[in-house]
């Protein structure tokens, strides 16, 4: 008398047990095919494949041949994760900084040369004095050093990319005083409006908060790892310098 069962797969269409054991105990190794999912009973099957030898872009694709139609095993988010691209500071970023640094602070080295040294034409301190003066401003003898020597100092650091937040934010309170005394007149330029002092403010508030790039002396420090925090106190340190050069010495 026979004490076991030797069907192939036992009948009524159940599955051998030891042939079930084996498939449903036998860890899947990454990257090679095996079950994911089965069905007990009748016409049991084992018919769901993960092959990651495959580019799966497809992500109903992915789902349907991972997961099964329905399931949810976790693997398609994988999938897709490992295929998509993660945002990273790159190389064009960097670039664009510097080109926006040399630019800017090209400008405010020529500018600050003219109004201290009288260079590329310009009207030195005693000539810069007496526009300041015009436009109703105190003290302007002090003032035109001071503000002579703020654009030769910004300028000269944000080519260097050395000191940017507070490079960024001397070039943006010059400029604030600027905007403020000639809004009388409009905005373009033509006009003896503050078009070009306005852009170069905002040039001057975008690097406040960007920062100077990895191409800088900056690179590393922690006002360049903590751009945002530094950008918005240089940003308080540049409205109050602007409100109390008007306060103090603006008289209209």
Do not use: C
């Amino acid at each position: 008398m026979k004490t076991h069962d030797d069907r192939p797969g036992g009948a009524g269409g159940y599955p051998d047990d030891r042939n079930y054991g084996a498939h449903a105990q036998r860890p899947r190794a990454r990257g090679a095919a095996g079950p994911t999912s089965s069905t007990q009973g009748p016409g049991a099957t084992f018919n769901n494949y993960y092959d990651e030898d495959h580019d799966y872009t497809d992500a109903g694709a992915a789902t349907a041949l991972v997961d099964g139609p329905g399931g949810d095993s976790g693997y398609h988010d994988e999938i897709v994760e490992k295929h998509r691209k993660t945002f990273s500071w790159n190389a064009g970023t960097d670039l664009g900084l510097l080109l926006l640094r040399f630019a800017l602070g090209a400008i405010f080295l020529l500018h600050g040369a003219q109004k201290l040294f009288g260079a590329f034409g310009g009207p030195g301190p005693d000539g810069f004095a007496q526009n300041l003066s015009k436009m109703g401003f105190e003290q302007s003898a002090a003032l035109a050093l001071v503000t002579g020597g703020t654009e030769l100092g910004a300028g000269a650091l944000l080519v260097l990319g050395l000191f940017t937040p507070a490079a960024a934010a001397g070039v943006l309170g010059v400029m604030a005083s600027a905007v403020f005394v000639r809004q009388g007149a409009g905005f373009f330029n033509a006009d003896g409006g503050f078009e070009f002092e306005a852009t170069l403010g905002a040039m001057g508030l975008a690097l406040l908060f960007t920062g100077p790039g990895r191409v800088a002396l900056d690179y590393g420090r922690v006002w360049f790892r903590r751009p945002l925090g530094f950008g918005f106190f240089f940003l308080l340190v540049a409205a109050g310098a602007t409100a109390a050069t008007i306060v103090l010495f603006y008289r209209p």
